[in-house]
């Protein structure tokens, strides 16, 4: 297919073709192209739909602001929704989509919301979809979330890598145009740590894109040999394709490196996209202005652009937006994409000047002190209604439009601390304000300087200010220095239609004087009430605008009418962007216990509990499905001997002389008489009275103690005991240290536990010589130091045996191989919940963060004979009343009943409705010994239901069991086994 609208000229390798689909339809373009510019040099004006009116729309700029050419790229689990189409660089094979319309982009059906455009003003749903109540349900809402969002995401893994880095530099330079090159090559030839950030694949900015001279040359030419000496110097990099998309604290930048997103796949090794955390000493910002439109009627068809636009897609990638060309302006800048456009032999039929005196061009037609007030063309411009300044008004036969309002300097990342821009009557645009990020200073157009000499000179100085040069300020290259002639237009008066603002979010001025009709005038009401400036772009090319029309509606000034900020990310982010590696299995980073090897060795089945990564259950073969092996693992442990790693579980060494009355304030039962060498089961409040957390801790000496806590809880428990004793009692001499990691930990319990650890254990573990809830050090193997608790959570005689984590492994071998005789299995935290539940221990359903210690069963274990955490308030009347929740054993009546963890208690008879809810289960798991499933449970006043039937009742299940209310211990209620 031949680039109809290809010209002369311009920064792409036309000796190269590339090849690529639009909406399945093949195209060609050049090496330098974006997509935009390729489409455009095809012919190709039409590129998207609008979101809510779904108008025809074509691109309006040629770089990040651009608010209507989104496109899909790619497909599969590469498939990227909402790309603007404008810096997309073109790469053989590209494959791109138009969004948004259904079931193509020149027939979309959703256009028939453009008819009924009355109905959707601003503002309308906050006044329709109220009624009938009933249609919210099954008729709007799915309306509404059929018709949200632009693109489509992809349901397929995403099969690139993200990164993550960091990076350093004395001066950070955001924008490589004019200002940013100079502001680099004054810190880069001073020997600073330089970097220099920009979104183009070609640095340069707008020099690429005029044809004006720099030095002896082109602007073009001098930005190339500056990046060619940056290049050299080894304190610069330069970073292309990135985009620094936010200022945040303490001089941090956050930048997003597009490595291979101008690639069809990422080469081997390399990341698709990096985001880099950037420490600057000092940054500038260099990020040049945007140029802003005139509203008026129908202003939005594909082929009306700005004018700038027109002027780098001829100048940089040789392609004219259309056949016949009309420039309407109310600036000089307007008059410079004119004489550029008749250069490069574009037909240029008129030159619609607001102004009355503007400078006129030879050979051009011009209309001084006219105004464009409508356009015609179904799927892109056709011609344009001309009002001229007698009042006559000409329709003239154009098929692009390059309209320029002025240039309004890119503020947006000078604005991420809430530094508010201030209005600049002399450029008639808002710069920057003096409360910026710190250490960031704003230099060339992004300044309010828009000559090309103005941009090289506030650059230099910025650089030698914030780096603190001294010396003879290095040499500026000759450049054009015009001054800035504007003449206010916001928006065209004359029309009756609707004039575009916000072409993304299909804002009008009529949405606007909706606003202001209904009080809406606040410049932060006006934007969430149209939404102007909430779509992906920012408002980049509009917010201005509708402020302005606010002004002038209002009878205000504009710096009286004021500005919304920016926030972070200056363009949109991908979300594979902001997680990098953080993925899959590397989501977060695991934490492995001493057993991990074996299990992984034997097939174990892992599950995540907080960091660590645990065995869930080891299966055999033959065994088909998860309740094979559990049932399995509890009855071989009940029967003989099972093995458990609880490495997991916190563990923290108290010392000191007040350790033990420390103890006592910390936990809600007594430790200061706690013998040496004995263990205690501990609970603690927290300082409202709810249950915080439970464990054992022992006394290994006069004033060292062992406490260990929940898995879920080790870090918080410490951190709260660190700020009892720093914050809360600093005169007690006691001291903390968190031995989590340094000791690994495995339950032995069964029948048959001492007998397997008499096989490892130096000394006599006899019951008189190591009664029940006794503690010490103790040595194994031979001399290898460890400790042994013999406290049990299973009901069964039982014992956990610590040794240095390093001999974890070598430990769980030994006791495998030396206690063979016994048939020793290990277990997972399926069967030790499955024991847990039997015996009635509370775990994490139980200690919910709503629970006391009287809900639990426990609440004698809180002392009144001292002070402790919580003691206090967990006396309150509604923590004690007698009808309050009670922990209760549950088994269903037909042993082929069914429970859920989260079901409700319910009276028999009595209707599913909250008002009948007596309490909820809290753990459920099968128990074979007893051959049904079983639960724990709160229920109100359940201590005085034993033996009563009720029902439990899930509703989102669809179940209804009865049950039979029993005690929470339901194995071994007195205690024999564990004895010993």
């Known amino acids: ?24 339809v093949p195209y060609q373009g050049h090496p330098g192209d974006t997509l935009a510019s390729a489409l455009l040099a095809n012919g190709v004006r039409l590129m998207g739909r609008s979101f809510k009116y779904h108008r025809p729309r074509g691109p309006i700029s040629s770089g990040s602001e651009e608010p209507n050419a989104l496109v899909e790229l790619r497909s599969g689990g590469r498939q990227e929704p909402n790309t603007r189409a404008t810096v997309v660089e073109l790469f053989e094979g590209l494959d791109a989509r138009s969004q948004n319309r259904w079931p ?9 919301n453009d008819r009924f455009s009355t109905f959707f003003a601003a503002g309308f749903y906050y006044k329709t979809f109220m009624w009938p109540k009933s249609f919210w349900e099954k008729v709007y809402e799915p309306i509404i979330r059929r018709a949200a969002g632009l693109g489509s995401v992809t349901r397929q893994e995403d099969p690139d890598e993200y990164d993550k880095g960091f990076l350093h530099c004395d001066l950070l330079v955001i924008g490589a145009g004019p200002s940013g090159l100079m502001a680099a090559l004054t810190a880069g030839r001073a020997g600073k740590r330089v970097i220099l950030a920009d979104e ?16 002896q040359g082109s602007g ?11 290049a050299a110097l080894p304190n610069v990099r330069l970073m292309t394709r990135t985009t620094v998309m936010g200022a945040f604290d303490h001089g941090i930048y956050g930048a997003v490196e597009r490595v291979s997103d101008h690639l069809p796949v990422p080469a081997k090794g390399k990341p698709r996209q990096i985001l880099w955390r950037i420490y600057a000493g000092k940054a500038i910002l260099c990020a040049g202005a945007i140029e802003r439109p005139i509203a008026f009627e129908n202003n939005d068809r594909p082929g009306v652009m700005l004018a700038g636009a027109l002027r780098a897609y001829a100048n940089r990638w040789g392609v004219k937006a259309g056949e016949r060309v009309a420039v309407f302006t109310n600036n000089d800048d307007g008059l410079r994409t004119a004489t550029d456009l008749v250069a490069k032999g574009v037909d240029v039929v008129a030159v619609i000047d607001s102004r009355e005196g503007g400078e006129l061009i030879p050979g051009i037609r011009h209309l001084r002190g006219a105004e464009v007030i409508d356009s015609s063309g179904k799927l892109g411009l056709k011609t344009i209604t001309v009002r001229q300044s007698n009042g006559r008004t000409e329709d003239i036969r154009v098929d692009a439009l390059g309209v320029s309002g002025g240039w309004n300097p890119n503020v947006n990342v000078h604005s991420h601390h809430r530094s508010r821009p201030v209005y600049d009557t002399g450029i008639a645009a808002f710069v920057p304000g003096e409360d910026g990020p710190p250490g960031l200073s704003v230099a060339g157009a992004a300044a309010g300087l828009l000559s090309t000499h103005g941009a090289l000179r506030t650059g230099r100085d910025a650089a030698m200010a914030a780096l603190g040069l001294t010396g003879a300020a290095p040499d500026l290259p000759e450049a054009e220095d015009a001054p800035v002639r504007v003449s206010p237009l916001w928006f065209v008066h004359h029309g009756k239609g609707r004039a575009w603002i916000d072409q993304q979010n299909d804002v009008t001025v009529k949405d606007v004087k909706l606003a202001h009709k209904e009080n809406f005038t606040s410049v932060e009401h006006l934007k969430r009430y149209t939404t102007l400036g909430m779509a992906t772009d920012q408002g980049k090319t509009g917010n201005v605008l509708g402020l ?31 997680a990098g590696r953080s993925r899959g299995n590397e989501f977060k980073p695991f934490r492995l216990t001493p057993s991990h090897h074996w299990a992984k060795e034997q097939g174990a089945v892992f599950v995540e509990v907080g960091n660590w990564l645990r065995t869930q259950w080891v299966p055999k073969a033959g065994e088909t499905e998860w309740r094979q ?11 003989s001997v099972g093995i458990c790693d609880v490495t997991t579980l916190g563990k923290i060494d108290i010392q000191g002389t007040d350790a033990g009355e420390f103890l006592n304030r910390v936990y809600a039962n007594t430790f200061s008489t706690l013998a040496v060498g004995k263990c205690r089961y501990g609970l603690m409040l927290r300082e409202d009275g709810i249950v915080f957390d439970d464990g054992t801790t022992a006394r290994m000496g006069e004033h060292e103690y062992v406490m ?21 009692w600093p005169e007690m001499d006691v001291q903390l240290i968190s031995t989590t990691e340094a000791w690994a930990q495995f339950s032995v319990a069964g029948p048959n536990a001492r007998k397997l650890l008499e096989k490892v254990v130096d000394q006599d573990i006899g019951d008189a010589a190591f009664p ?5 050090n103790i040595t194994v193997c031979g001399g290898l130091r460890a400790r042994l608790f013999r406290i049990s959570f299973s009901g069964e005689l039982a014992y956990e045996i610590a040794v240095p984590t390093r001999y974890g492994d070598a430990l769980l071998r030994e006791m495998l191989a030396r206690g063979a005789e016994f048939d020793p299995i290990v277990y997972g935290t399926e069967a030790l919940g499955v024991m847990r539940i039997e015996k009635g221990h509370v775990a994490g359903g139980e200690l919910n963060g709503q629970s006391t210690a009287l809900n639990m069963g426990l609440g004698k274990m809180v002392s009144k004979k001292k002070d402790s955490i919580g003691m206090v308030l967990s006396q309150r009347e509604g923590m004690v009343e007698e009808s309050g929740y009670r922990l209760v054993g549950v088994k269903p009546v037909d042993p082929n009943g069914k429970l859920t963890a989260g079901s409700h208690f319910l009276e028999k008879g009595a209707a599913a409705v909250a008002a009948n809810d007596g309490g909820w289960l809290t753990s459920k798991v099968y128990s074979p010994h007893l051959g049904c499933d079983i639960a724990l449970g709160y229920l109100k006043g359940g201590d005085r239901k034993i033996g009563q039937r009720m029902r439990i009742v899930n509703l989102l299940a669809g179940l209804d069991t009865e049950v039979e209310i029993i005690s929470p211990h339901m194995f071994d209620p007195e205690g024999e086994r564990l004895r010993g």
């Open 548 to 578: 302005a029309v606010m002004a002038e509606l209002t009878g205000r000034t504009i710096p009286e009418t004021g500005t919304t900020i920016y926030r972070p990310p200056y363009t949109p982010v991908a979300m594979g962007t902001l």
């Open 708 to 728: 260990t806590t929940t898995t879920a809880n080790a870090v918080t428990v410490f951190r709260h005991l660190e700020f009892c004793r720093q914050v809360l």
């Open 629 to 639: 092996s559990v049932d399995r693992e509890v009855l071989a442990t009940r029967k």
């Open 200 to 215: 183009d694949f070609r640095l340069g900015g707008r020099l690429n894109a005029e044809t004006h001279a720099v030095g």
């Open 772 to 776: 029940y809830m006794g503690a010490a």
């Open 220 to 230: 073009a030419d001098w930005a190339s040999a500056a990046v060619a000496e940056l």
């Open 104 to 112: 193509s982009l020149r027939f979309d059906a959703m256009g028939i």
């Open 1 to 24: 297919m031949t680039q109809s609208h290809r010209i002369t000229g311009g920064q792409i390798d036309r000796s190269n073709t590339v090849r690529f689909t639009f909406d399945g």
